[in-house]
């Protein structure tokens, strides 16, 4: 039962344009949500979050959006550079426990230069 | 500040065997958590463990078990290797393993069973 989707495995897009990645849950008790960027032969590394009180959250050129109602968020990077080309993992927990973090199956994103 | 350690690396066992895997987290840090990482299924939970306790445990059987020493360092281990234990473990540590916390992760160790 994969409570945490990410349905596109991959994802092209070109040097300076948006790329958007999407993810939907299933679990309604998820309130705090991450994104982490995992490079081959590393550890995933720690991007944006967004806790479920907000519906948008920014950091540089990495924004995060959460829609509730839909289950849905989406990570948009503006401008897409080379070395964000990586694995993008989406993950979700319930803020009332401790560190039980759900990941996605996550999707590779290559931009192109 | 030295970031999370894993060893070994990379390590090839043979169905039926048994494997412990090491992790040592950033100086600090008193949660560690373990993730199996397989194509197609992305990271999955194994368990959480703070101050030597295991607070939390993912849907895994029992052949599965971790423990954590007094200086947070953990141990996972799997008895009775299966083929479809061949994966990519990660360790994570962070402060104090509140959801807020940021988890910093390992390099991970790539287990092949044959």
């Known amino acids: 039962d994969q409570q945490v989707k990410q349905n596109s495995p991959s994802l092209s897009v070109q040097e300076g344009r948006i790329s958007i990645l999407n993810c939907d849950y299933t679990n309604s008790m998820f309130d705090y949500f991450l994104w982490y960027k995992k490079y081959p032969a590393e550890g995933p590394t720690f991007l944006i979050s967004i806790s479920s009180i907000k519906d948008k959250n920014e950091d540089g050129r990495f924004t995060v959006f959460l829609n509730k109602s839909a289950k849905h968020l989406s990570l948009h990077i503006v401008p897409s550079q080379p070395g964000d080309s990586a694995v993008y993992f989406c993950?979700?927990?319930?803020?009332?426990?401790?560190?039980?973090?759900?990941f996605g199956t996550g999707t590779k994103l290559q931009v192109i230069p | 500040k030295a970031g999370v350690t894993q060893t070994p690396r990379y390590l090839i066992k043979t169905r039926g065997q048994q494997v412990t895997l090491s992790c040592s987290p950033i100086s600090g840090h008193r949660s560690v958590s373990w993730y199996q990482q397989t194509p197609g299924q992305g990271l999955q939970f194994l368990f959480e463990?703070?101050?030597?306790?295991?607070?939390n445990k993912g849907n895994f059987p029992g052949r599965f078990s971790g423990r954590q020493f007094s200086n947070s360092r953990s141990e996972m281990n799997v008895s009775t290797l299966e083929l479809g234990d061949s994966a990519l473990y990660l360790c994570?540590?962070?402060?104090?393993?509140?959801?807020?916390?940021?988890?910093?992760f390992g390099p991970g160790t790539r287990l092949t069973v044959l």
């Open positions: 463990y703070f101050s030597e306790t295991q607070r």
């Open positions: 994570a540590s962070s402060l104090e393993g509140q959801t807020f916390n940021e988890q910093f």
């Open positions: 993950a979700a927990s319930n803020s009332g426990g401790y560190q039980k973090v759900t």
